[in-house]
């Protein structure tokens, strides 16, 4: 009875392990895709000679593009803590 408790807890966690670096992913794509839609106002916004509205994209597409390094560095040290703690 413990081990089939025991094997149930170990796959919950493998189960979570790849639910969150999934996650982790899609959240680092979304930035970047996000960055490139901003972008792609902006120069419409642009080509409209619309200059506020393309000031506007343009710190949106910058911010995002900050928030997707941001986490990415931030995640790449999760996953390395991650990878150290399924080594053991």
């Known amino acids: 009875v413990h081990w089939l408790r025991a094997k149930a807890l170990q796959d919950r966690w493998r189960e979570e392990m790849l639910l969150v670096k999934s996650e982790m992913d ?12 901003w972008g792609e106002h902006m120069q ?4 409209k000679r619309l200059p506020g509205h393309g000031c506007y994209a343009r710190r ?6 900050l928030l997707a390094q941001d ?16 080594d053991e």
């Open 44 to 47: 419409e916004s642009l080509e």
């Open 26 to 37: 899609w959240t680092c794509k979304f930035f970047l895709w996000k960055t490139t839609q």
């Open 60 to 65: 949106q597409s910058h911010m995002y593009s």
């Open 71 to 86: 986490v990415q560095a931030a995640f790449q040290d999760l996953q390395n803590v991650l990878i150290e703690a399924g």
